[in-house]
Nanobody, 124 residues
Framework: VQLQASGGGLVQAGGSLRLSCAFS????????MGWFRQVPGKEREFLAA????????YYADSVRGRFTISRDNARNTVYLEMNSLKPEDTAVYYC??????????????????WGQGTQVTVSS
């Protein structure tokens, strides 16, 4: 499985960004997908996850109501729509895949495949 994240960049506080993560090398619809972020010196933080069909989503309290995770199984892509961005959202954002048929995971150790990360910088 290979994951390729894109869509990061520099945005002003209050703005929006949409991250994408292209999946290849497996059966996309068999994998729960998640988004995490990390700032230097801190642990990688769970943000959101989406079920195999996209029918169920889960969010960390820090982003619930501002971020939306979704997936397009026809395009083998998972998205993270980020609104009302704050300077504290500045981080490297990673997409990740659970093992095939494994259910929701909220911890880094539960995800076996990771994208390379995309930088999001929110200016005040």
């Amino acid at each position: 499985v290979q994951l390729q994240a894109s869509g990061g960049g520099l945005v002003q506080a209050g703005g929006s960004l949409r991250l994408s993560c292209a999946f290849s090398g497996g059966t996309f619809s068999s994998h729960y997908m998640g988004w995490f972020r990390q700032v230097p010196g801190k642990e990688r933080e769970f943000l959101a996850a989406v079920s195999w069909s996209g029918g169920s989503t889960y969010y960390a309290d820090s982003v619930r109501g501002r971020f939306t995770i979704s997936r397009d199984n026809a395009r083998n892509t998972v998205y993270l729509e980020m609104n009302s961005l704050k300077p504290e959202d500045t981080a490297v954002y990673y997409c990740a895949a659970r093992p095939p048929d494994a259910p929701l995971g909220r911890f880094v150790r539960e995800y076996g495949n990771w994208g390379q990360g995309t930088q999001v910088t929110v200016s005040s």
